[in-house]
């Protein structure tokens, strides 16, 4: 019985494994260039003059209704978090806090300011937010 016929099965496995090993490198690389490609077009995207604004602008934000948590606590605003979906600190005595029409959730008056000015959608719930003073338009 000749060396080659012994060890068959050795061989295949090798060769198996160094086909596996080549075909993930390829595919990693292919992945690398492709993300890297990605990631160039999205710095282009975001430093371009001609991209849409995603978020509100400042007037609509503030027209959104704003309170301190100390006079509002006992009328539980919004659907009764107690602490901010967007820093996840809980709300304390004093802080001033923002309402989000039309889904009524409440956040720290800043964070969600910083939130709605890049995307226009609530935090939780993800609802379009509508700038109130749009709707008196209506």
Known sequence: MSYFRRN????????AIIGFIAFYCINYYIRRCRD???AEDTAEA??????AQRGLDAESIESFPSFIY????????GIGE????VCLNEF????????VPPCVHVFHADCVDIWLSYRSTCPI?????????SLIHL
């Open 46 to 51: 975001e430093l371009s003059p001609r991209r």
């Open 36 to 38: 890297r490609d990605v």
């Open 125 to 133: 719930c993800r609802t379009d937010v509508v700038p109130l003073s």
């Open 70 to 77: 100390t006079e509002a606590r006992g009328i539980e605003p």
């Open 82 to 85: 107690l602490e901010c979906v």
């Open 92 to 99: 304390r005595d004093n802080e001033t806090l923002r309402l």
């Open 8 to 15: 068959e099965g050795t061989i295949l496995f090798v060769f």
